[in-house]
């Protein structure tokens, strides 16, 4: 399985302890926040304020805590001035991920991400030196069961989505990034369960890991992911499962 899908099914395996909710919350908070400093505090004409509003929903945020993250953004409440910032990186072998944060402290946060990739086998590329390797995408999930293929490949495609792939116990869907929350609501609206939809860097191709490479990859791909800046890590590997079972 490929590194976006397979490190998102390994979070969910783990869900018990990334759902930390302060933690969670935080991460959700900035996404809205961001969104709406970037394209207005009004969902219906800012997809990706929708498509964050939609995910702090499914974990039960608070309606006071989004409405005062879009109000962050768009400068009616005094806030932290957050900025977007985006990593590249190398980790155990070979392996390449992007590294999206949200942060009002830009020094702060690369001398982090820095530290988290120097105690685990990884190190800090340059501009562009992975971000080729990768296509900015939209995706989501629908579990497999009780799901036939050939109807949700249909519905996907007439939505305007550019792929369905299954992976295990779930298909992925993917999109152009500004088709995402179309997709989304084209899939719902016949009773599909979207779950995990937003904006990804999905890899053109894939490195293997094994063994000792393996077990190191998924530390480092956790340890960057509980900094409190970081929104989001996307990497290019595939795994056994096996390997993916002992970590």
């Not at 004409?45 to 608070?62: E, W, Y």
């Not at 719902?188 to 293997?208: F, I, M, Q, R």
Request: hydrophobic residues 40%; proline residues 3%.
């Amino acid at each position: 399985m490929a590194g976006h899908s397979k490190w998102k099914t390994i979070k969910r395996a783990k869900a018990a302890t990334d759902k930390k909710r302060g933690s969670l919350f935080t991460r959700l908070i900035r996404e809205i926040t961001m969104a709406a400093k970037l394209g207005g505090g009004d969902p219906g004409g800012n997809p990706r304020l929708r498509t964050a509003i939609d995910n702090a929903k499914a974990v039960s945020m608070p309606k006071d805590n989004i409405e005062r993250g879009i109000k962050k953004g768009t400068g009616e409440l005094e806030g932290a001035e957050y900025t977007e910032v985006l990593y590249e990186a190398y980790g155990p072998g070979g392996v390449a991920i992007m590294i999206a944060a949200v942060t009002d402290n830009p020094t702060r946060t690369v001398a982090d991400v820095r530290h988290k990739l120097s105690r685990n086998h990884g190190n800090m590329g340059t501009s562009n030196s992975v971000a080729f390797m990768f296509d900015r995408k939209g995706q989501m999930s629908v579990s497999a069961e009780g799901v036939n293929e050939d109807v949700l490949i249909e519905a996907a495609l007439e939505a305007g989505a550019d792929d369905v792939v299954r992976e295990d116990d779930q298909f992925t869907i993917t999109t152009e990034p500004a088709a995402l929350h179309a997709v989304k609501e084209g899939l719902e609206s016949k009773k599909y369960k979207v779950e995990d939809a937003e904006l990804a860097w999905v890899p053109k191709n894939t490195v293997k890991v094994e063994g000792e490479n393996a077990a190191n990859l998924l530390k480092l791909l956790e340890a960057l992911e509980e900094l409190d800046d970081v929104q989001k890590v996307d990497a290019n590997f595939e795994m056994d499962e096996s390997a993916m079972a002992e970590d």
